[in-house]
């Protein structure tokens, strides 16, 4: 596999980065801030032994006009790429949303139309060359309307349906989208959460999120348990949901 | 998805026994360092040096801050950010025929930790402990300086932070050289052991053959079999006794639930080690085993400490010199049979020539560790072993503490003016702080 990971310095993307690297497949960067890049790239270059370079170039999903260049420049470092990984996205607690309209505009933009742009921009290029993957994270946050996640839910609920489409639409031409639906994974994104009891690690998440894409599965929770929840609050009655603050 | 932190979350090391407190998690270790006063790694500590004197103190958790900056095959030198864990280190590079330098009896341990607590090792009468292994650290320090600092660069902070249980500055990064190995396979010797004097006899005979000893105790065994136990020795494999396939994986098993209070009593120990022993009734035995039974038995159950309940347990770890004499190891192990602290786990290991660390716990002579649930007792328990240690000379360690008390700290410590001068130095206020800088030192809670 040669994959692109928008998000690999960090949090879950870093640990897919790493995953990938480690068992051989071709890893090419993108992310924002430079000693970022160039430290994670370093990192992945250590942990295969034959692994010759590992590029990386600035990609913001606040400025779409970096996306296909970008893209540009992985292609050409990599000759080629059959995956596509996006794990990056903006994250705030709906309190500090209320509080904030600028952020809570940003941070739609960024977790739904710019990711959608970005996507766009990807399963083109991979839809040329015959298919390959494009896994990107969304949230079980959403698949219900909740309190707690009103806003950030709001914009990955609108992920999730565009790429449940996506895999309609392109499965046959050989594009397997995987929508990745991570609960709760210890992270620097939810460091000011308290986790609960079956809060997962990075590591656990990366291990499903590349099995799932080995077996071209469309959609997965992770850690596994979240199947069980969502599956409850899906069948949740409205008048259980008003009532209840998960 | 949670709520956000409240003041009720707390924070424990792998003795159980919680602390209002709250770990930040950070990839990006420079920022995150700006303003705290501890950081944690795995918290596989005992007792409470990875735990914030104060519910409101930064604590950083630096096991996502794992990136490896560099690697030289030739030199085997190898950098890394300090929240590398031991177990990925070891699951990358012993395929590659390379092992760390030195590693402690779990691999769930940081590189960051294993400099702070300056581990030590069944090889450590060879090798010495991993701080000897550092060429150098970057470090964050209390006025929020940035630094560097190696046996030749700041070496006064050099070595107060090697074994100095992250009290002079955040480590951010670790420089050490990896070891070649000649296989992944350890070729292992055991050895059936009758009592304490025939122990340290035959780990002194073992000492000068092997590059790894380790010794298990009975401590149930009380009169003339006190000390019973089995001695284990061990090498890297050559190629042609190694198996051809590379060893199994580890597959974890996990204690999904913990036991209730009353499962450890010296019934169930006494079970315990008189299984052990019996495993190991063929006088001698030997053979190739993997790093993971050799190196880390008790990693293969993942939350092994849930057997000792809720009330949480704690180990006690002490070296008595070697010019105490076999009889003050024999004496001691009568005052700890005597004072009734049940362990499944007594490990005995001879160790080498104190390190350069200012508090780096390992002096040559004789290590004994053994694991105590908390009860009622256990204050009084560990001060009347410290008391035994302080007269002979010894001293304990430090990262599987959670009970000693200041002066019986400072009197089984000579060097610690001396790494009290370092603190001075970078660190006049004590900014950087434990609950175990706190009890110990008397810093600001």
């Known amino acids: ?21 480690e068992r051989g497949d071709g890893v090419f960067l993108l992310g924002i801030g430079d000693t970022e890049l160039e430290r994670s790239a370093a990192d992945l270059k250590s ?10 170039a600035v990609c913001d999903l606040e400025k779409p006009e970096t996306f296909a260049g970008a893209l540009d420049a992985a292609d050409a470092a990599l000759s080629g790429f059959d995956a596509v990984i996006v794990t990056a996205g903006l994250f705030a ?36 060359r015959g298919g390959g993957h494009l896994t990107v994270f969304s949230s079980v946050a959403g698949d219900r ?26 499965h046959a031409a050989g594009l397997s989208v995987l929508c990745v639906k991570p609960g709760f994974v210890k992270t620097a994104m939810t460091a000011g959460l308290k986790p609960p009891p079956f809060a997962g690690e990075p590591d656990q998440v990366a291990n499903d999120v590349i099995r799932a894409m080995d077996a071209r599965k469309p959609m997965i929770y992770t850690p ?20 209840i603050g998960f | ?37 501890l950081c944690r790694g795995l918290g596989r500590s005992y007792g409470d040096s990875s735990l914030p004197a104060n519910a409101s103190d930064k604590v950083v958790a630096t096991r996502l801050a794992n990136r490896i900056l560099a690697f030289d095959p030739e030199t085997g030198i190898l950098r890394a950010e300090a929240g590398l864990c031991l177990a990925d280190l070891n699951r990358l590079f012993i395929p590659r025929g390379y092992f760390t330098p030195v590693t402690p009896g779990t691999k769930f341990v940081t590189v960051g930790g294993m400099v702070a607590s300056d581990v030590h090792g069944k090889n450590h009468h060879i090798e010495g402990c991993f701080g000897a292994h550092v060429r150098s650290l970057r470090m964050r320090l209390a006025s929020d300086d940035i630094v560097t600092c190696s046996e030749t660069e700041n070496p006064d902070l050099f070595y107060a932070t090697i074994g100095g249980m992250g009290l002079l500055g955040h480590i951010l990064e670790v420089e050490f050289k990896m070891h070649r190995i000649s296989s992944p396979w350890i070729w292992m010797e055991s050895e059936r052991v009758g009592d304490i004097d025939e122990f340290i006899a035959a780990l002194g005979h073992a000492a000068p053959r092997w590059p790894m000893t380790v010794g298990w105790i009975d401590c149930l065994i009380r009169g003339a079999s006190l000390g019973r136990g089995i001695l284990m020795a061990g090498r890297w494999a050559t190629p042609e006794e190694a198996k051809a396939e590379p060893p199994p994986l580890p597959r974890n098993k996990t204690l999904p639930f913990e036991f209730p209070n009353w499962a450890i009593n010296s019934l169930t120990v006494q079970a315990f080690n008189f299984a052990y022993y019996w495993k190991h009734m063929d006088h001698r035995g030997s053979g190739v085993v993997g790093t993971e039974p050799f190196f880390y038995p008790l990693d293969a159950v993942l939350h092994w400490n849930r057997v000792y309940g809720a009330r949480g347990f704690t180990q006690y770890q002490c070296v008595l010199p070697r010019a105490a004499g076999p009889r003050a190891v024999r004496e001691f192990m009568e005052l700890m049979t005597k004072l009734g602290g049940a362990s499944p786990l007594c490990v005995i290991k001879d160790c080498g020539p104190e390190g350069k660390g200012l508090l780096s716990f390992p002096l040559e002579g004789t290590s004994i560790a053994i694991d105590m649930a908390i009860s009622a007792d256990t204050q009084r328990i560990v001060d009347r072993l410290n008391e035994f240690v302080i007269a002979a000379g010894g001293r304990i360690y430090l990262t599987k503490d959670g009970f000693t008390r200041a002066e019986h700290f400072a009197a089984m410590e000579p060097r610690l003016p001396k790494f009290l001068a370092a603190r001075e130095k970078w660190d006049p206020k004590r900014r950087l702080r434990s609950a175990q800088s706190h009890r110990l030192f008397g810093d600001p809670a």
């Open chain 1, 1 to 21: 596999m040669k994959a692109i990971v928008l998000g690999g310095t960090s949090g879950m993307g870093r640990a897919i980065a790493q995953r990938l690297a």
């Open chain 1, 47 to 56: 942990r295969h032994p034959s692994r010759v370079d590992v590029g990386y």
């Open chain 1, 93 to 128: 607690t709906q309190e500090k949303l209320e509080a904030d309209i600028e952020f809570t505009r940003r941070l739609v933009t960024v977790n739904y139309a710019n990711t959608v742009v970005f996507c766009e921009h990807a399963r083109k290029r991979l839809l040329e």
């Open chain 1, 145 to 170: 309307g909740r309190k707690p996640v009103a806003i950030y839910g709001s914009a990955k609920a609108g992920l999730s349906v565009y790429l449940e489409a996506l895999d309609h639409k392109f």
């Open chain 1, 224 to 243: 596994g348990i979240w199947a069980l929840v969502m599956l409850v609050i899906r069948w949740l009655p409205r008048f259980v949901m008003r009532k």
């Open chain 2, 1 to 37: 998805m949670g709520s956000p932190a409240n003041g009720q979350s707390t924070l424990s090391g792998w003795g159980r026994v919680p602390v209002p407190g709250h770990e930040q998690l950070s990839e990006n270790l420079e920022a995150a360092t700006r303003g705290a006063v």
